[in-house]
C-alpha cells in the first residue's frame, strides 16, 4: 500500500510540474545583421559623410521554429568628413534603441511614435511566428511600412531590413542552452580606433567597428547563452574630401568564417569566429558583474583567463561592454 501511494505521490508531482511548465523548454539563440553603406563626398560648403546602417535583429526559437522573444536594432554610425579630408577621430556613437527620443522621429511620424518604439511594436508582433511567417509580411507606401492592420497605430516605418535580419535570424538560431523563461539581451558597441586622417601621399581610412550581443540570462541574472558578432564598414578617404566605401556590402565576422584571416596571425592558430564562440560559451552562467569583472591583458587586450588560453587571445573588450549593454 505504502509503495502504492507512493507512486501516485510521484506521478502527481510530475503532472503538477509539467502543467507548471516544467524546468524550461530548450529554445534557441540567434542573431543576424543586415547593413547598408553611404559615402557622400565632402564640398566647400558642406561636410561629407561616411555612413553605415546596420539592422540587427536578436531572437530566441522554439523546437517548432516560433519566435518566443525579439529584439531590435540599429546600429547608425555617421562620421562627418570635411573638405581637407580630416575628421573626428574621437567620435562616439549610440545605437538607435539608445538614442530613444533622442533619435527623433516622433515629430516626422504619422502615428507620433519613436523609432525604439516601433521596432518594439513589430518585434512584439513576431512572437509567436516562424521565420516563413516573418517573411510573408508584406509592406506598403513610400516608407515601406508594415501591411498589417494589427500594426497601424504602432508601426508605420521602414521594416525591410527588420524583416530580413529577423528572417535570418530565426534561420541560424543554435541550440546554446537558453529556455524560454529566459530574458532575450541585445547589446551593441561601436568604436573607431582603426580609422586614420588622409595625407598627400596616402588616403586616409574610415572605420567603424560594431560588435552585437545576444544574450539570455535567467531569473537569477547568470547567462544561459551568448551569440555575439562584429561588423567593420570601411571608408576611404581623400585630402579633397572624397568619401569611397571600401566595398559594396559588409559581411558580418561570423559568416565570414576562415575568409576573415584571424587564424594565420592568431597565436592558437584559431580563426574568429573560433575565439568568439569560445569566449561566448565561456560566459555561461556569468552575471553581469562577473562579465565587467573579466580582466584582458597584453597589446591585443585578450582576455585574462586561464581556462581561455588554448581558445581565445584576441581583444574582448567590445564584446566584454556589448554584453554589458544587453544585460543592462
Known amino acids: 500500500m505504502k509503495k502504492v501511494l507512493a507512486l501516485v505521490m510521484v506521478l502527481a508531482l510530475a503532472l503538477s510540474f509539467t502543467a507548471c511548465g516544467g524546468s524550461g523548454k530548450k ?162 558597441s561601436t568604436e573607431m580606433s582603426s580609422s586614420k586622417l588622409p595625407s598627400a601621399d596616402e588616403a586616409g581610412l574610415v572605420q567603424t567597428d560594431t560588435t552585437y550581443a545576444a544574450v539570455t540570462y535567467d531569473k537569477d541574472g547568470k547567462i544561459t547563452s551568448t551569440a555575439l558578432n562584429c561588423t567593420q564598414a570601411k571608408f576611404d578617404v581623400t585630402v579633397d574630401g572624397t568619401v569611397t566605401p571600401k566595398s559594396e556590402t559588409i559581411v558580418p565576422k561570423m559568416e565570414q568564417g576562415d575568409d576573415y584571416g584571424m587564424r594565420g596571425a592568431s597565436p592558437i592558430g584559431k580563426e574568429w569566429n573560433e575565439q568568439a564562440n569560445a569566449f561566448a560559451a565561456y560566459l555561461t552562467g556569468k552575471t553581469a558583474s562577473e562579465v565587467s569583472a573579466i580582466g584582458v591583458t597584453g597589446e591585443h587586450s585578450a582576455p585574462d583567463v586561464a581556462d581561455l588560453a588554448a581558445s581565445c587571445t584576441m581583444n574582448v573588450v567590445a564584446f566584454i561592454d556589448a554584453v554589458g549593454r544587453a544585460m543592462a
Open 27 to 188: 529554445v534557441k539563440t540567434g542573431i543576424a545583421i543586415v547593413s547598408s553603406l553611404s559615402g557622400t563626398n565632402a564640398s566647400a560648403d558642406e561636410s561629407g559623410l561616411a555612413q553605415v546602417d546596420s539592422t540587427v535583429a536578436a531572437v530566441t526559437v522554439d523546437e517548432s521554429g516560433k519566435i518566443v522573444s525579439c529584439k531590435i536594432d540599429v546600429a547608425q554610425n555617421k562620421v562627418p568628413v570635411n573638405a581637407d579630408g580630416s575628421f573626428d577621430t574621437s567620435l562616439t556613437f549610440k545605437s538607435k534603441q539608445e538614442l530613444g527620443t533622442d533619435y527623433g522621429m516622433t515629430p516626422a511620424s504619422p502615428i507620433g511614435k519613436e523609432w525604439n518604439e516601433q521596432a518594439d511594436a513589430f518585434a512584439a508582433y513576431v512572437v509567436g511566428k516562424t521565420a516563413a511567417e516573418v517573411e510573408a509580411i508584406g509592406v506598403v507606401g513610400e516608407h515601406s511600412a508594415p501591411d498589417v492592420a494589427d500594426l497601424a497605430a504602432s508601426c508605420t516605418m521602414n521594416v525591410v531590413d527588420i524583416k530580413a535580419a529577423i528572417v535570418e535570424a530565426c534561420n541560424n538560431a543554435q541550440d546554446l542552452g537558453a529556455t524560454a523563461e529566459d530574458t532575450l539581451g541585445l547589446g551593441l
